[in-house]
């Protein structure tokens, strides 16, 4: 199966950061966030990637790229630890650029060609879910038992009204889903469970998307009317999440993010506990 990685958006919430550097290179203690869905990507078994980016993306090419002149420097010096570092992933990496910032469901039309006739995965870096198996591996797994469309959802209560917001009922491991309300008042959310940033979505995606890009006007072209489309016609399932889900979307949960993820980390959260207890006692 193959992976999509969608990383064309301007990261307007972490200016002037995202100026120059794409969010999907924040990192978390030594992992970036990009690192960390395409390390989930890996484990899954997915082996072709496609990164849908923008013209002030160009440095997630670079950092992928090889690095020729840095391995021969380290292997003169019997840098192993360094080498290892910047290592090729065995991955066959392909990008795509999105020349206008005209949505989500405009980048995934671009992967059309690329996919052709396969199911296929989507992932937004804002979303990091730190579990085993992985999220992909999960979704993988979940769809070889039932073919569907997958999108993953965990539990909200406090802030439900930021989210798309899914109505639907349990059926063994997971979830029929009949609609997806996007960012609903409190009192009118169908349920607690709301969308992330995962998806595995069957081809005919593509179809449901090439009619509404054809009616779509002006602004933004998303993907949620074709996820409804598909839920009214019992082709869309959810996958609740499992794990330690890490939403770096904004500076502040980036922020708490960061500390979870240095938490559960060997040398961070050496480092973690040395600060608290230095600082907050």
Not at 131 to 136: I, K, N, Q, R
């Amino acid at each position: 199966m193959k992976g999509i990685i969608v990383a064309a958006g301007y990261g307007s919430r972490f200016l002037p950061i995202t100026k120059t550097l794409p969010k999907e290179m924040l990192p978390l203690y030594d992992r970036t966030l990009l690192d960390l869905i395409l390390d989930e990507f890996e484990e899954a078994g997915i082996r072709d990637v496609l990164v849908i980016t923008s013209r002030r993306k160009k440095v997630l090419e670079d950092y992928l790229d090889r690095e020729v002149e840095l391995e021969e420097v380290f292997k003169r010096e019997g840098k192993t630890k360094h080498l290892e570092a910047i290592r090729p992933r065995n991955l066959n990496i392909s990008f795509v650029r999105q020349q206008e910032m005209k949505g989500t469901g405009h980048a995934l039309l671009l992967a059309k060609p690329w996919i052709k006739d396969e199911p296929f995965l989507v992932a937004y870096p804002d979303d990091i879910v730190l579990s085993t198996p992985g999220l992909s591996s999960r979704l993988i797994t979940t769809y070889q038992k039932k073919n569907a469309n997958y999108l993953v959802v965990r539990e909200e209560h406090e802030n439900i009204s930021r989210y798309g917001v899914i109505d639907g009922k349990p059926e063994g491991d997971t979830l029929s889903v009949s609609r997806i309300v996007e960012k609903p008042k409190k009192e009118e959310a169908p349920t607690h469970w709301v969308s992330i940033g995962r998806y595995l979505f069957e081809p005919e995606l593509f179809t449901l998307l090439e009619k509404g890009w054809q009616k779509h006007t002006s602004g933004e072209f998303y993907h949620i009317d074709a996820i409804n489309t598909l839920a009214q016609q019992g082709k869309m399932r959810a996958l609740p999440l499992t794990g330690t889900m890490l939403d770096t979307g904004e500076p502040e949960s980036y922020l708490y993010s960061l500390l979870l993820y240095c938490k559960q980390h060997p040398v961070a959260s050496t480092i973690l506990h040395r600060f608290f207890e230095e600082h907050y006692q």
